[in-house]
C-alpha cells in the first residue's frame, strides 16, 4: 500500500495536476508539530522520485507535499508548450498551497525544481521558511545542460522494463556509478509506465524539453542571480551538491558561496547530478536543516 494520500487539484489556468502527500508521523525523532516540506522534482522526473525521502522527512514530524509538475507524471499535458517554464510552475505550487490552506512551508527543488523555488522566492517569499537547492543554482554549467538537452525528450517507447532501466542507466550512468541493477530497474519503475498498447513511456510530456533543446534555457542571467541573493540573504538556504556533478561545477559552487556567505553546504560523494537525497551525507544535511527551521 502507499504510503501518501494522492491529491488532484487544479491550476489556475484549469489544468488538471497532481501531488503526493505524505502525513506527518509521530515517533521518538519527531518534533511538536512543524512547518510541511514541499518537494519539487527535476526536468523530466516526477513526484515518484521522493519516494524514499518523503517518509525520512515524515519521521521527523513534517507533512510532506511532492508534487507531478505540470507535463509530468500524473498532471495533465498542457495543450501550449510556452507554459513550460518555471513562472507557470510557481503558480501552480503556490495554487496547491492556497488550495490545501498553507500560507508557508519549507521547499526541497532538485535541478528544476530548485529553480521554481527561486522563481517562488521573487514573487512569493513569503511562502517560504527556507530551502534546499539540489545541485541547482543560477549560475548552471554549460556541459551539464548541454548533456541534458542531449536527451530530454527525445526516449522513443521501449518494450520491456529491462530496456527501460537500461534507458535510464545509459544517460545516467556517469552521475550514479554505483547504482545497482536492482537501482536502475527501481529508477525505471519510478519514469516510465506502459501505454494502452503495453509500450513503456517516459512519464513526461516531451514539449517540457523544448527550452532547453532551442538554448531558451540559459546557462546564467540577471533574474537568476536576482532570485538566488533574494532567497539565500533572506531565508535559510541549503546547497546539496553531487562531487561528479556536471552541472553545478566547482566554479559555480564558488560562485553561490560568495554570493550567498551564510548558505550552508553538504556535497554528496561519487553521486553526479542530482543526488537523489537518501544519500548519507544529503540525508544527514537535510536532518540537520530542517531541525533549525519552524
Known amino acids: ?82 507554459n513550460y517554464n518555471p513562472v507557470v510552475y510557481a503558480g501552480d505550487v503556490v495554487k496547491l498551497m492556497h488550495d490545501l490552506g498553507i500560507a508557508r512551508a519549507v ?51 521501449l518494450s520491456t522494463w529491462d530496456d527501460a532501466a537500461g534507458y535510464l542507466k545509459d544517460i545516467n550512468a556517469c552521475a550514479f556509478p554505483d547504482n545497482s541493477d536492482a537501482e536502475w530497474g ?26 532547453l533543446q532551442t538554448g531558451k534555457l540559459k546557462p546564467t542571467s540577471l533574474a537568476a542571480r536576482m532570485a538566488f541573493r533574494r532567497l539565500a540573504h533572506r531565508r535559510p538556504t541549503l546547497l546539496v551538491r553531487g562531487a561528479l556533478s556536471d552541472l553545478v561545477e566547482p566554479d559555480q559552487v564558488a560562485w553561490m558561496r560568495r554570493a550567498a556567505p551564510t548558505m550552508a553546504y553538504a556535497e554528496v560523494p561519487n553521486v553526479g547530478h542530482a543526488p537523489m537525497l537518501t544519500e548519507p551525507a544529503a540525508l544527514d544535511a537535510i536532518r540537520g536543516f530542517l531541525a533549525q527551521l519552524p
Open 107 to 157: 521547499f526541497v527543488g532538485t535541478s528544476m525544481g530548485g529553480l521554481i523555488t527561486m522563481t517562488l522566492a521573487m514573487r512569493h517569499l513569503e511562502m517560504i521558511a527556507g530551502a534546499v537547492l539540489n545541485d541547482v543554482g543560477p549560475v548552471l554549467s554549460t556541459k551539464g545542460l548541454a548533456r541534458i538537452a542531449g536527451y530530454a525528450g527525445r526516449c522513443n517507447v
Open 1 to 82: 500500500m502507499p504510503n501518501f494520500t494522492p491529491i488532484r487539484f487544479h491550476s489556475s489556468d484549469g489544468l488538471a495536476l497532481y501531488a503526493r502527500d505524505y502525513a506527518a508521523q509521530a515517533g521518538a525523532d519527531a518534533a511538536p508539530a512543524r512547518l510541511p516540506v514541499i518537494c519539487i522534482h527535476g526536468l523530466t522526473r516526477n513526484s515518484a522520485d521522493f519516494d524514499e525521502l518523503a517518509p525520512e522527512i515524515a519521521h521527523m514530524g513534517r507533512r510532506v507535499l511532492a508534487l507531478d509538475v505540470r507535463g509530468r507524471g500524473h498532471s495533465a499535458y498542457d495543450p501550449d508548450p510556452a
Open 186 to 211: 527501481k529508477w525505471a519503475q519510478r519514469a516510465f509506465a506502459a501505454n494502452d498498447s503495453g509500450a513503456l513511456a517516459l512519464r513526461y510530456d516531451p514539449s517540457i524539453a523544448l527550452s
